[in-house]
């Protein structure tokens, strides 16, 4: 995240994104007080519209195949490219699934609502298992390319405690 205070902003404060950092613009005399509670606002303001919009990937198979293209290219230089992504019905114990031998992988409907940085991490970690089907120490080294892997993987497991213990496990 991102604070910009301006010497000509009076009293708006705005916000947006910057690929992945949120920036918000402020008045140069807010307090911290000030600050900090317009910086909860606006990231619940933007939240909101960014689940209520959706992500694009969301909107069908061949969305999903081309955030996957983008993915690969910014996290895993571009090696890691799927034969096919699809939306399948919820599944009992994963998130997601990938078949490396025929480069397919399989994403659970239940992560449509979920945080887009979290629906990226779930597909930054089936593309890595085009490089490496096994969770070893390079699997993860991979994986964690993406900045917020920690997080998304904490954001799974409420999810997955939240829900109770038939849900699916951050992982596969």
């Not at 509670?37 to 606006?42: L, Q, S, V």
């Not at 994963?94 to 409907?109: F, G, K, L």
């Not at 917020?148 to 109770?164: D, N, P, V």
């Amino acid at each position: 995240m991102e604070v910009r205070r301006s010497p000509r902003r009076r009293r708006t404060v705005t916000a947006y994104r910057d690929g992945d950092t949120l920036v918000v613009l402020i008045p140069a005399t807010m307090t911290k007080s000030e600050e900090r509670h317009w910086i909860a606002e606006m990231q619940r303001k933007l939240r909101r519209t960014e689940n209520r919009r959706g992500a694009p990937a969301r909107a069908s198979d061949e969305a999903l195949l081309l955030r996957c293209t983008e993915l690969s290219r910014r996290y895993l230089d571009g090696t890691a490219q799927p034969a096919s992504v699809r939306w399948v019905p919820p599944m009992r114990t994963r998130w997601a699934s990938c078949t490396p031998r025929d480069r397919t992988i399989r994403v659970s409907e239940r992560l449509r609502t979920v945080p887009s940085w979290v629906l990226d991490y779930v597909l930054v970690h089936e593309l890595a298992h085009l490089r490496v089907a096994e969770h070893n120490a390079r699997f993860w080294a991979l994986v964690r390319r993406y900045p917020k892997t920690e997080r998304a993987i904490g954001f799974l497991e409420g999810l997955s405690s939240a829900e109770g213990p038939r849900t699916p496990a951050p992982d596969d």
